[in-house]
């Protein structure tokens, strides 16, 4: 393999994931066997303005694959989204030469990181660590199975519940602007309605359909709600819930954020192993300003910009799904 790089920094950025440490002993491993020095910066990019750099060996990441979070730490920066941060940030990385970056984070990481290389020829390669799936150009971002399968097994207790005190729950699940969340895991424990911020939510079918069950005595109902639903989250489809039905007992549960945490899922794991190696690989190769993704169980490298620009499909059909399923 041609070595375009000799030293590369890795860092995790904006919103935790379960995976990201995963990847990063992926970066840090494959780095080290190739040859490459390899170094951990803290706290996103705040640990690169502040000159929070550290020598990674193979033992800096020894026991994390199994662990939650990050040991980088994560962080949002202000100072990163001037000029004159991420100047800072550069010559940070210049005087140690490191001349290559893998960025683990979200779309805003990911601008940042568009705009960094551009500025300052530092080649770039992002992995998509976030639990929303709200990123173009992969099947699956590092930690959403992860947040899916916390979702569901606390979905699957609310039921129990909710079984035994005949009542309707409202559940509200995270995923920012994105319904991704609500969706697989609504289909996961039969609920009887997702609302998604891809779709308009229209509260009169909703009614109807939960007074119709009512009337066939279907008492025990599930509706997950995404957090960034236009109608505005759990709170607010709890309380019209309970103004239109009044005879109904409505309880909310928002799950919050468990769904960041835990032990990453077998597929986070594998996921985050995958996509971190071929970080290294790419960097080694040339490739830039790309993000590594996983379409069809195959790698696919995604220009920065695109994947922060376009939005996965939405599969509609779903919804459809899951509202023949809970008749
Ligand atoms: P996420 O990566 O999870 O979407 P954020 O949107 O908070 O999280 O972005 C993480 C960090 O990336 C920000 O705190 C900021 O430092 C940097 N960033 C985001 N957008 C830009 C931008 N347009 N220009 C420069 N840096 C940015």
């Known amino acids: 393999m041609s070595n375009k790089v000799t030293k590369i920094g890795v860092l995790t950025s904006g919103g935790d994931a379960p995976g990201m440490n995963a990847a990063i002993r992926a970066v840090a491993r494959t780095?080290?066997?190739?040859?490459?020095?390899?170094?951990?910066?803290m706290r996103g990019y705040s640990g690169m303005i502040d000159d929070d750099i550290f020598h990674m060996s193979t033992r800096s990441v020894a026991n994390i694959i199994q662990r939650g979070g990050t040991i980088l730490k994560t962080a949002r920066s202000k100072e990163f989204r001037e000029y004159e941060g991420r100047q800072k940030a550069y010559e940070n990385l210049k005087k140690r030469g490191i001349d290559g970056l893998v960025v683990i984070g979200g779309d805003g990481s990911f601008r940042g990181a568009q705009k960094f290389s551009t500025e300052f020829d530092i080649p770039c390669i992002g992995l998509p660590g976030t639990i929303d799936k709200d990123i173009a150009g992969t099947d699956f971002t590092i930690g959403f199975d992860t947040?899916?399968?916390?979702?569901?097994?606390?979905?699957?207790?609310?039921?129990?519940?909710?079984?035994?005190?005949d009542r309707l729950f409202v559940v509200e699940v995270m995923g920012r602007d994105a319904g991704y969340i609500a969706l697989h895991s609504g289909l996961a424990t039969g609920a009887e309605c997702v609302l998604i911020p891809e779709t308009r939510t229209n509260i009169e079918d909703l009614i109807?359909?939960?007074t119709e069950k009512e009337k066939r005595k279907k008492l025990v109902n599930l509706v997950v709600v995404a957090e960034g639903d236009e109608l505005g989250g759990g709170n607010e489809v709890g309380r019209i819930l309970k103004e239109r039905l009044p005879?109904?007992?409505?309880?909310?549960?928002?799950?919050?954020h468990i769904?960041?945490?835990?032990?990453?899922?077998?597929?986070?794991r594998i996921l985050s192993s995958r996509m971190g190696y071929h970080a290294v690989e790419s960097l080694m190769t040339g490739r830039h300003n790309v993000m590594v993704g996983i379409i069809d169980d195959k790698m696919h490298y995604v220009p920065l910009d695109t994947a922060v620009k376009e939005k996965q499909s939405f599969t509609s059909d779903w919804l459809k799904i899951i509202k023949i399923l809970a008749s």
């Open 259 to 268: 769904q960041r945490g835990g032990s990453p899922t077998c597929l986070d």
């Open 31 to 41: 780095g080290i066997y190739y040859g490459l020095e390899v170094y951990g910066i």
């Open 147 to 165: 947040a899916v399968n916390t979702a569901v097994e606390a979905i699957d207790k609310i039921r129990d519940t909710a079984d035994a005190h």
């Open 247 to 256: 005879n109904m007992d409505i309880r909310v549960s928002i799950l919050g």
């Open 208 to 210: 109807q359909q939960l």
